[in-house]
Structures are given as C-alpha cells and as structure tokens.
C-alpha cells in the first residue's frame, strides 16, 4: 500500500532506512505522546492518606460563607484606586449568575489606557483585603487591537493586518467578562500537583490544634467566550460602557484543558494568525465541543506528514523519469502554474504559516518537474516507446485544444468582469485576483489531459500512484484541516475539486488494470531478477 515505506533486504538480514520510516516513526511517537498528554490533563490522580501522601484539601470542603467582589482599576496594585463594580454577598457558588453593570471610562482609556477586572472570592461580610484566604483574579477590560471589520464584512486578512505603519490602534472594550470556579472536592498530592495548576493554586495551612493544608477555591477568567462580536469601539466620546458578568462552575478535567487551550490561542499570535483567526478557533471550540480538540491536534499532525511523504515520492519519481510516455506534458506545465498563481495568492492574503509553508514547498517542487519535463527527450532507440510518447503527445494536443475552446473565453471574460464591476486595491491585486479565480474556476479542466490519455491509453501504469495516494489521502484531510486552520474559502474549494479529480483516477486504476507486462513502453521494468549469482561466461 505503501511503496515507499519498502526497503530491498540486504545481506539476508539488514534492511535500509529511509526517510519514509523515520518520519512515520516520528509521527506514531508525537501522536503517542499527544494521545497520553491528553490522558493526563482528563484523569488527575487523587491523594491517598494511606499512603503517607501529604494530601491537600478543598477549601469548599468546609462549605465557607463567601462573597463575590468586583472591581475596576488602572492599576491593579493600587487599593485606593479600585472602584466597585459589583458584589454579591450570598454568593452560590454552585449556581449560575448573570450580571449586567454599567461602567465609567476614565479619560486615560480614550488614549490607549488599559482598565482592569480585579475580582475577589473571600469571606461574606469582610473586606477582601483584610481576609488572608480570599482568591484574586485580574483581567484586561480594554485592549488596543487594529480596527475589526464588522461582522459579516468581507475584509481580507491583509487588509486586517497593514501595521501600525498604515493604521492607528484602536481602543476597545470588552463587554462580557466569564468567570469560572472549580467546584469539585478533590484532594491533591502536594507533592505531585499538576504544574499547570500551580498558577491558579493558592496552598495555606488551616487549624490551631492540626494543621491541615488547604487550597483555596480555583478561579479562571474564561476567554474563549471573549469574541470579537463583544468588543465596542472607545472613542473621545464614549464615557460609559456595558459589562456583562457571567459566572458558572467547571470540572477540573475542563479546567486543566481550558488553559492550555487559551496558552496555545495567544502563542498562535507569534505564527501568523490574525484576531479574526484566533476568534474563530474559539467560536469552534466553544461553539462545538472539546472533541474539536483531538482533531486540532492530530488533522495538522496527518495533514503535514502524507504532505512531506507526497513531497518525496514526487521528487523520486521524477528523478528517475526517463521517458514521458503516458504524462501529460501540458497538465505539469498548468499545474505548475496554478500552484504558483495559488501561493501568491495565499502569500497575499497572508494565510497561516500552516498552509503557506507546505504550498510554498510544493511551489518549488511544481517549477523543478517543469524543468524536468524540457529535460526528458524522446526515445529513439525504442520503438514501442517512442510511439507511446508520440500517442502520448497526440492525444494530449487534442484534449488541450478542445478544452482551449471552453478555457480561453470563459477566464477572459472572468478578467473583464473583475476589472470592470469589482473593485480592486491595485493592479498588482487585481491580476492575482483574476488568475487564482480562473484557476479555482476552471483549474479542474486542467486535470483532464491526463485523464483523456489514461482512456486513450487504457492503462496508469505511468502514473506515480504511490504520490497519488498521498495526496488523495491529503485532499480529504484537507477538508478537515480547512476546518481547523483559517483558509479561503476558494482553497477549501480546491480541495473538493482534488478530492472529484482523485476519485476519478481510483475509477481508471480500477478499469485499467496494473499489465506489469506493459511496463517496458512507458520506460519501467518489472521482470524478476534472476535469483543466485550470475553465470560467469
């Protein structure tokens, strides 16, 4: 099934490696790895006093009045700055709260001055500063982004990522804050507390005659509900602002995996993604479910993998191509142009590295076979294969010129159409417009030359199948991936298209049954070796 990933024995006992194995082999350990990764944030393994494990226990055990305090402040540290946003003094933690507040800007906020949330859990009836158990959270109530396009506008990535160079910050308030608690009584070991908890934990000693070790109630701010939908825009004019206060209760297994998952949403700032990328990943997560997250893990893993293995045995069969029998020399030249014309365009959309850095290599991978195709010459030594190449080249002319008849008028007049009622940036922007929509348009009908000579021919023994599978296997991925990672919308249409275009190459394989016998025509050898030493006359 998979050719590559078999190796010639050698010696009777040794065998070759290549580099097939070794990244399947790395790509079995990281999926391994991730797999008992996430074993370890879902199960958390409890304290045993039987042991003689120094256990730590819940200060809800003790079932404490607690109240709920919320303030707002420019600085975090400053007690005398705090200004009161809500309190609640029975605070349920086992219930549901929904607050609405009204807020005050300061003039500091006008000019890019950053407000903060700071949110107290302590003692019913006692001033949070002056409880010694009390838990304190603060949270960004502003922040300075580049302007958001309003929901629903078509704005592309570029255009919501020029620089500061092109466009000022803009302050904006953030008008729904989520807090949640862990409510569970667990009992930890505190000498094997889970390092990403250790942030959020707070360990004191309780009791007068037996001290005990107790930890205090674990907050979170959640921001995966923080959307783009919910900020307002603060401008000279703008003196007061809405706050919706939300709280509910949360596992500990969802707990542990929520901060990850929002350490990882800020680190994807670093690699490319823009705010309406990241605010998307959040609507999946929130929106879907947590089962999204196994695949966010493993999609891009796979996805990348068969990616680098279609890669090398694209490379190996075209290296050792000595003949053009059965290739369609006019649908490598379009597909290295398409390719090209896409990673421009995804180059200017500026598209996630995810998918920018594989298109780029297979960019560079496209221009090398055109220069392998000019380089291949006919055979002349060969009857039967100089025929096949000129049957090849035949029937590949013939399909070219009556698709030319389909191709020509149809992207000329999408050319027109773009220049004349579309309105364009430059005409940098409107040239690569106008090319990768006539190659997703119609980018299709280059795929069926080849397909015209496979039914001339009646065979695809000159096909590379083993790439084919790779990248057939890629472009279903892909669909998934496009899911996961922010694409156009006329890539994902792409990937559909490669998907039809693959079936229908499974079709021919199966019509056109592998003749070993035929290998000889299309430069390709499959008779056996004679076993032993050879007969030396």
């Not at 199960?43 to 109240?67: F, I, M, N």
């Not at 999946?284 to 090398?312: C, D, N, Q, R």
């Not at 057939?472 to 998907?499: E, K, M, Y």
Request: overall charge positive; aromatic content about 12%.
């Amino acid at each position: 099934m998979f050719p590559s990933c078999y190796s010639k024995p050698k010696n009777g006992s040794q065998f070759k490696m290549s580099y097939t194995k070794v990244i399947f082999g790395v790509l079995v350990v990281y999926v391994l790895h991730t797999c008992w990764a996430i074993y370890g944030f879902v199960h958390t393994k409890p304290c045993d006093p039987a042991k003689g494990d120094d256990c730590v226990t819940s200060y809800l055990s003790g079932k404490p009045r607690l109240q709920l305090s919320m303030y707002s402040s420019l600085d975090p540290s400053d007690e005398a700055a705090h200004k009161l946003l809500l309190r609640v003094d029975k605070f349920e933690i086992h219930s549901k709260l929904e607050r609405q507040v009204s807020v005050s800007l300061p003039e500091v906020t006008h000019k890019n001055g950053t407000l903060h949330a700071v949110v107290f859990v302590h003692k019913s009836g006692v001033s949070p500063w002056k409880d010694s158990k009390h838990v304190r959270l603060v949270a960004r109530l502003t922040s300075q982004m580049l302007p958001v396009p309003p929901v629903g506008s078509v704005t592309s990535a570029r255009d919501s990522q020029k620089g500061t160079g092109d466009q000022r910050l803009v302050s904006y308030w953030k008008s729904r804050i989520t807090l949640n608690m862990m409510t569970e009584d667990f009992t930890f070991n505190n000498a094997a507390v889970p390092s990403d908890l250790r942030r959020y934990m707070k360990i004191v000693e309780d009791g007068k005659k037996e001290k005990k070790k107790i930890y205090l109630p674990l907050l979170l701010v959640d921001e995966m509900r923080s959307r783009l939908k919910d900020l307002i825009e603060i401008n000279s004019t703008t003196k007061t602002v809405p706050l919706a206060i939300s709280y509910d209760t949360i596992t500990l297994r969802k707990f542990r995996i929520w901060i990850h998952i929002q350490a990882v949403i800020y680190s994807l700032k670093h690699f490319g993604f823009s705010e309406q990328n990241l605010d998307e990943i959040k609507a999946m997560f929130v929106e879907t479910g947590l089962h999204i997250l196994a695949l966010s893990i493993l999609v891009p893993a796979f996805h990348l993998s068969f990616e680098v293995f279609a890669f090398k045995n694209d490379v190996s069969f075209w290296r050792g191509k000595k003949s053009l029998a059965g290739i369609s020399r006019r649908s490598v030249i379009w597909r290295c142009f398409s390719t090209v014309v896409i990673f421009l365009h995804l180059l200017e959309e500026q598209t996630s590295w995810l998918t920018l850095i594989p298109m780029g290599i297979a960019t560079l991978i496209e221009l090398w076979k055109v220069s392998r195709v000019f380089a291949v010459q006919p055979s002349f030594k060969d009857d039967r294969a100089y025929e096949t190449e000129r049957a090849t080249e035949e029937h590949d002319s013939k399909a070219m010129k009556f698709l030319s008849y389909l191709l020509y008028p149809l992207c000329i007049s999408g050319v027109m159409y773009s220049f004349l009622y579309l309105k364009n940036k430059s005409w940098y922007f409107w040239i690569i417009n106008s090319l990768v929509s006539g190659v997703y348009a119609f980018g299709f009908l280059s795929m069926v030359p080849q397909l015209y000579v496979n039914y001339k021919l009646k065979s695809v023994v000159h096909l590379p199948m083993s790439v084919l599978l790779y990248k057939g296997l890629n472009t279903f991925i892909s669909d998934v991936f496009s899911g996961v990672i922010t694409t156009p919308g006329p890539h994902q249409l792409a990937c559909f298209r490669d998907d039809v275009v693959f079936l229908i190459y499974l079709y021919q394989r199966r019509i056109y049954p592998l003749n070993k016998s035929r290998g000889r025509d299309y430069g390709a050898s499959y008779r056996k070796k004679p076993k032993g030493k050879a007969h030396e006359d």
